[in-house]
């Protein structure tokens, strides 16, 4: 996913130096990632920048699928980030410049690699007429929304010069806790194993009430990990404190568990990891660690033809220019600095 916002980080002051429990709620901002498709962004946030190595978390739908800014974002560069996209319903074809295409579906988690540079594009799927017949096929009966969210983890320095990829999931697992059913796609919670493992200590997470209709559960975490709990849907809430739909509920760290209660109509998404210690430059779409790295990155990808990006085959010409550099030098942000 792309952003029309350049330097994200310049209105984010420190996080605070010491991070122990807290209940933040985080309202999200409107973001615009191309121009014709607009998103929620819950981080970063002016009050926290990243959780863990999560470094982005935009929001997106339900819009109908016919709707032409449900999303269509043409090819754009990215480099020292994975992108980790999930979907509640809809299907979001992606091609990139590594020759994969693949159709993103619910339940099955999409993670790109940028390494030191890719590109990509990502548009809805709108179905198509059968012999004549009424719309149907590429979406589920009856679901004609788009709706999920793209999360951006930032690639540490051992990693971030490392090789391109693109891997569609198998349908990540479950695990019932209490009343509290999670579909476990990044990492590990409750003892299951999600089917993507980052390179840093990450856990991502959709949390639903069971079928026992109770909603409620002490979910275990790990204690070292900030957490983050986003709902796409409904609301949850944590000893009093409630977020819904457009906010998230920053947990903080020294937590073996958390006691969560959801709506009936909840889908929350339980975002965590170990606390990103390296400092980074992030612009437009680029994780970098040094202004230099970001011009010239910008540089090649306009220019266009330059093998670090290479080229998207998408079905037309269309192309997202890097915008102009600011007149100031982008400086490194870490958590604390």
């Known amino acids: 996913m792309s952003s029309t916002e350049t330097d994200v980080y310049r209105d984010a002051p420190d996080d605070p130096q010491v991070c122990g429990r807290e ?10 990632i191309s121009p014709r498709s607009e998103v929620l962004r819950i981080l970063p946030h002016r009050q926290r920048r990243m959780v863990g190595a999560w470094c982005f978390v935009d929001l997106f739908g339900p819009r109908e699928v016919e709707d032409g800014g449900a999303m269509h974002v043409a090819p754009h560069p990215h480099t020292g980030l994975q992108t980790v996209s999930w979907l509640v319903s809809g299907t979001v074809r992606h091609r990139d410049s590594i020759g994969s295409t693949a159709d993103v579906v619910p339940g ?19 179905s198509e007429p ?7 096929g590429t979406t589920l009966p009856g679901d004609r929304l788009l709706h999920g969210a793209q999360l951006w983890v930032a690639l540490p320095e051992a990693a971030r010069h490392g090789a391109r990829g693109f ?3 198998e349908p990540a697992p479950f695990v019932e806790v209490g009343g509290v059913r999670a579909q476990v796609f ?8 999600g089917p993507e493992q980052a390179v840093t ?3 991502g997470a959709e949390l639903t009430p069971s079928e026992s209709g109770s909603a409620a559960t002490a979910l275990p975490l790990d204690a070292a990990y900030e957490h983050l709990l986003v709902p796409l849907a409904g609301s949850v809430t944590v000893d009093g404190t409630t977020a819904g739909a457009g906010q998230g509920l920053f947990l903080g760290t020294d937590r073996l568990e958390v006691a969560v209660e959801l709506s009936p109509d909840a889908r ?4 965590g990891g170990a606390p990103f210690e390296e400092e980074i430059v992030m612009w437009w779409n680029f994780v970098a660690r040094t202004h230099d790295e970001i011009e010239q990155a910008r540089a090649q990808w306009n220019a266009g033809g330059d093998p670090r990006f290479g080229e998207v085959d998408y079905p037309s010409s269309e192309r997202l220019d890097a915008p ?4 100031v030098r982008l400086r490194p942000r870490g958590r604390v600095r």
């Open 268 to 271: 929350v998404l339980l975002l």
């Open 201 to 203: 200590p990450l856990v």
């Open 130 to 136: 059968v012999d004549g017949g009424p719309r149907s």
């Open 23 to 32: 209940l933040l709620v985080l309202q999200a901002i409107h973001a615009r």
């Open 167 to 169: 891997v569609l999931h």
């Open 108 to 126: 099955r988690v999409a993670v790109m690699t940028a390494g030191a540079g890719i590109a990509h594009s990502e548009d809805v799927v709108m």
């Open 186 to 193: 990044s990492g590990r919670l409750a003892g299951t194993l």
């Open 324 to 327: 102009p550099m600011p007149n």
